[in-house]
């Protein structure tokens, strides 16, 4: 891998948990989760930290995201480019490029968590 491609990643990897703590603090002002979600994925009606502490972005094990995503309870957005998410991507899940996300945040759904994915 180039050392330019590294960079990408990293500043792709950093933008993407900005835009996950952002989420999180509009949930947190616009929501409360139900009685029934689990403690470790509440965590997402706590004020976010900065972006720049990604141990506290608030992260969802795959069987939670999974129930949760059947039953309508969040919003998916994939931040992959065009190719990647018309090869493969989960269904349902809105496509928004990386590079356009932050001109999509005002129109982006509220009163539910954000959840982004990327390669």
Known sequence: MKSRDLGVYVAA????????????????????????VPAETAAT?????????????????????????????IVVIDVRDAADYTAAHIPGAMHIPLSFIQGEL???PRGKPIVTYCT
Do not use: C, H, N
């Open 45 to 73: 009606s706590a004020p976010a930290a900065p972006a720049e502490s990604l141990e506290s972005v608030p992260r969802i094990s795959q069987a939670d995201f999974s129930k949760r995503m059947e039953r309508g309870e």
């Open 106 to 108: 005002p129109y982006l």
């Open 13 to 36: 990897g950093l933008l993407a948990g900005a835009v996950i703590a952002w989420s999180a603090t509009r949930v947190a002002k616009t929501a409360t989760p139900p009685a029934s």
